[in-house]
């Protein structure tokens, strides 16, 4: 079986996450792009294809349509409404996303596609919610970015103030990818030491604070946001495709609070195996659940 990624969306995130495909040592054999601007989907497929010498396996590269959905193993959509350096919130764009995201997936519906939707654009968690509405998929099946990113921000503050190594730092943010998220202290980790023997609850909150913001200073600064989100969909793709069975804090389904939302999750194969894999204390449950509530509220709104 041929291992084919379509990419719906060639701006800044989608052609950053297809570079970075190129260059990872994933199994893949095709990558597409789609894109309503069709000329600039060709010229990026162009310019990405001319890398592909320059690295250890062969993947071919091309523009396309909706159709090549047809035997994708993932389609990640990665388009939506532009991002701007002004906004404080993801869920300014709400509405405008929404109707963006409905046409998508009903294009993608139209094809014979059974794989992977993997979802990049904001608000991230209603976007993925939407995603699984309208394809009719199981929800195994839908897989957002969620706070995968924003646990690497907060890795590598750590990492920088205590002078170690990012993969030594074992803390995530949990939640909505957005102002209600936070981190699950409780269960952290230094190596296999509670991260309290490290931080001081200070240093904690500035932490989480930091790390909240940054995605919004990395776009008041260069007007928006590509590497790290496209390095946690390639890891998020290394998963799948590799079935690793890898514990990562994506959005994926709560049953309970019934809305897309980030936990520790297995990720194999066949999309989302297990979520919730996270022990949180009676404070952090009590966040959860209101970080649940702000995405419940948001796709009330669209009903």
């Not at 950053?16 to 309503?36: F, M, P, Q």
């Not at 190594?165 to 995530?172: E, G, L, R, T």
């Amino acid at each position: 079986m041929k291992n084919k990624v379509v990419i719906i969306g060639s701006g800044n995130v989608g052609v950053s996450y297809a570079y970075s495909l190129i260059n990872s040592n994933i199994n893949i054999h095709e990558i597409v792009l789609v894109d309503i601007n069709t000329s600039k989907a060709e010229g990026e497929a162009l310019d990405l294809s001319n890398s592909i010498p320059f690295t250890s396996h062969n993947i071919k590269i091309k523009f396309g349509t909706y159709e090549d959905c047809n035997n994708a193993t993932i389609c990640c959509i990665t388009a939506g409404v532009s991002q701007r350096s002004d906004k404080t919130s993801r869920m300014e764009d709400l509405f405008e996303a929404n109707k963006i995201f409905k046409n998508i997936v009903q294009n993608v519906k139209n094809t014979n596609f059974s794989g992977i939707y993997l979802i990049a654009g904001n608000p991230l968690d209603v976007m993925t919610y939407i995603t699984w509405k309208y394809s009719g998929f199981n929800s195994n099946k839908v897989i957002g970015s969620g706070t995968l990113l924003d646990s690497a921000r907060l890795q590598n503050l750590i990492a920088e103030k205590l002078n170690i190594a990012p993969q030594s730092v074992h803390a995530n943010v949990i939640g909505e990818h957005g102002n209600s998220q936070f981190v699950a202290w409780c269960s952290s980790k230094i190596g296999l030491e509670p991260i309290c023997n490290y931080l001081s609850l200070e240093d904690m909150e500035n932490l989480e604070n930091t790390t909240r913001n940054l995605g919004f200073l990395i776009s008041k600064k260069k007007d928006y946001t590509c590497f790290g989100i496209a390095s946690a969909l390639t890891r998020i793709t290394k998963a799948i495709i590799e079935d690793e069975k890898a514990v990562l804090c994506v959005s994926s389904y709560d049953p309970i609070q019934k809305v897309f939302i980030s936990t520790p999750s297995v990720v194999g194969i066949n999309g989302i195996e297990r979520t919730g894999v996270m022990a949180l204390s009676e404070e952090e449950i009590h966040k959860f659940e209101n970080s649940a509530n702000e995405i419940r509220n948001a796709i009330n709104k669209l009903d």
